[in-house]
């Protein structure tokens, strides 16, 4: 299969998820990942905000700020082909941003030299860590 193909498949793999699926996985994912020490010891970290039925990031976040940790979503800008990124304090603070995907309405700017732990979508992943993600190359170039 080539990229495109094996993309394809994937997103159809995921629009079949049920919404209970969806949540049982994303629970599982949650509770592995405050089990990873880097987590555990990071101060700030980056994720995605969650779409297209994704594991759910915002309940993620949620614990993120219950320990105490400082969160970081990024920002699209569709023209340039990247990413920014922003301090976020509750999800009060988000709108509908690029591709429909909740980004925050006032930018906080934060230095990517700041961040311990970058959560990174994708579509499929492979056994040594490696992406594939939706093929734009926002998070290539990040």
Known sequence: MIKDEIREDM???????????VKIRSDEIRQRLFGVERVKQAKTICTFISAFKEPDTVEIIKELWEQGKKVV???TDIE??????????????MEKGAYG???????????????????????????NGGRMGFGKGYYDRL
């Open 73 to 75: 979503v990024p920002i």
């Open 11 to 21: 997103r159809a793999k995921r629009r079949a998820l049920s919404k209970d699926e």
């Open 101 to 127: 995907i909740l980004e925050p309405k006032t930018v906080r700017t934060a230095d990517e030299n700041n961040i311990d732990v970058i959560l990174v979508p994708g579509l499929a992943f492979d056994r």
């Open 80 to 93: 340039s082909g990247t990413l920014s990124l922003s301090y976020i304090n509750s999800m009060d603070d």
